[in-house]
């Protein structure tokens, strides 16, 4: 891309990311590129099932990246571990159940075990806590952070879902719509860590955040109100597990009735 101001966006592509997130991680390493030199080419992500569709595997693959996959499925991570790339690439894959009180030991165990002391890029998507363990990180300071949103609960307001250890999304409510926290938790949250919120993927799933001291500043970003209100999917189930459809305003009427709370208060 040439000079002058972006949306993150615009650099979209997909090639094993469940959206446009390859395409926006390849752009914001080429936007960073001369002020990463700190940071090893190394990456954690949680929630990977078996791997097959994730945020990281095309660094591992075309950039040559390193890192840790955490998975609470001991299938998906046999899966892995029995894929071509497991032997090809410096990938280790553990079975993890993630909570505020295990993740910091986690990254750690991984760390010692490569001789680090940060990575270059963390992705938490466990569809559920993801607020309360990015708040309980504190062992790395990662360039760039990409979590995921809750898109139907609006750009007004701080919320979470309430932290409970062993949430699952489904066991929650049966749509599968009750889980994460609003983009504006995550923002106040990510500015409390030091980043800076530069925009989300077009299908409304993931936020991206880049640390304060590298240079951002030509990217440019919407309102969040355009960035929950362009999350489209209808991916509601039933109590027997069967698609629903529901859309727009639908989705959102479905949980209300279910508690959440501002996590910053």
């Avoid at 409304?204 to 500043?217: A, C, P, Q, V």
């Avoid at 209808?234 to 305003?249: F, I, P």
Wanted: glycine share 6%; proline share 2%.
């Amino acid at each position: 891309m040439g000079g002058g101001s972006h949306y993150i966006e615009d650099g979209e592509f997909k090639i094993y990311s469940q959206n446009g997130e390859d395409g926006i991680i390849d752009f914001l390493l080429h936007l960073l590129d001369s002020s990463l030199d700190k940071y090893p080419k190394a990456f954690i992500e949680f929630g990977v099932e078996n791997y097959l569709e994730s945020n990281t595997r095309f660094l591992l693959q075309f950039r040559n990246f390193y890192g840790l996959i955490l998975d609470g499925c001991r299938d998906n991570i046999n899966f892995i571990k029995s894929d071509s790339i497991y032997w090809k690439y410096d990938l280790e894959a553990r079975c993890a159940f993630i909570t505020k009180d295990n993740i910091n030991d986690l990254i750690k165990s991984y760390l010692e075990s490569r001789e680090l002391s940060n990575v270059l890029l963390l992705s938490i998507d466990i569809d559920g806590n993801d607020y309360y363990i990015w708040d309980s990180i504190n062992v790395i300071d990662p360039a760039i952070v990409i979590i995921e949103y809750n898109a139907l609960f609006g750009s007004d307001k701080c919320l979470s879902v309430p932290y409970k250890q062993d949430f699952y999304r489904f066991d929650a409510h049966y749509s599968g719509l009750y889980f994460g926290a609003s983009i504006k938790a995550l923002i106040n949250l990510g500015k409390s860590k030091g980043y800076r919120f530069v925009g989300a993927d077009s299908s409304g799933t993931n936020l991206f955040f880049i640390k304060n001291n590298l240079d951002s500043s030509s990217l440019k970003t919407y309102s969040l109100d355009e960035y929950c209100k362009r999350h489209k999917a209808r991916q509601s189930r039933d109590k027997n597990g069967n698609l629903t459809y529901l859309s727009h305003n639908d989705r959102l009427k479905e949980i209300e009735h279910l508690p959440l709370i501002n996590p910053f208060s």
